[in-house]
């Protein structure tokens, strides 16, 4: 219905009337004031209250044929599975959207705020944070690597045997690592 909007992020989210819905009278956004209400609310007017009405029935129709698409329950029923594996804790709001994601890629971010349960928003974030996450190992590939190699040299006893017979066990002592083109050590 688009009447309302989600404001704020992690626990002080509050849903705000949308800024057309007070232009056209059909609410009013109420600040928060020293000395007045501690926290901002909004007001539905009566006409906005009779718009919602007209509109209402038709709103809860199209949820519930968005929630009855074989995609979602399907998505739905693989992720309870999946949760209650034995020996398995439960995911987390980001684990269930990267898990769904992962899984049932021709979900879009509405599909997933029906199956789980959370705003917009935050499958929004979940999504974009993957997104760059995926970028910059994909770049990391691509960069070259160096064209040495670090390699630790230990010292050997006097008789020139390795591991040393009469102690039985490795020395512990170590030269500090030093660093060789890669060119001599393939030679």
């Known amino acids: 219905m688009d009447f309302l909007y989600v404001a704020g992020g992690q626990a002080h989210q509050r849903h705000r009337l949308t800024p057309w819905v007070v232009q056209a009278g059909h609410g009013k956004f109420i600040p928060a004031k020293r000395g007045g209400p501690r926290y901002p609310f909004d007001v539905i007017s009566p006409a906005g209250q009779q718009w919602i009405g007209e509109r209402w029935a038709g709103a809860v129709a199209a949820l519930d044929a968005q929630a009855s698409k074989p995609l979602l329950s ?31 890629r021709d979900l879009t971010d509405t599909d997933i705020v029906n199956v789980i349960g959370v705003t917009q928003q935050l499958v ?18 691509t960069v070259p690597l160096q064209d040495t190699v670090k390699v630790q040299l230990r010292e050997e006893q006097e008789e020139g ?24 050590l393939a030679a």
């Open 124 to 141: 929004s974030r979940y999504t974009s944070l993957q997104r760059r996450q995926l970028e910059a190992r994909r770049l990391a590939l």
């Open 161 to 184: 045997r390795w591991p040393p017979a009469e102690q039985g066990r490795l020395p512990t002592s170590t030269t500090p690592a030093e660093t060789y083109p890669a060119a001599q």
């Open 74 to 104: 399907e998505a739905r029923g693989a992720l309870d599975g999946f949760q209650q594996r034995p020996g398995r804790t439960p995911l987390n709001a980001q684990g269930q959207v990267l898990w769904l994601r992962q899984h049932f």
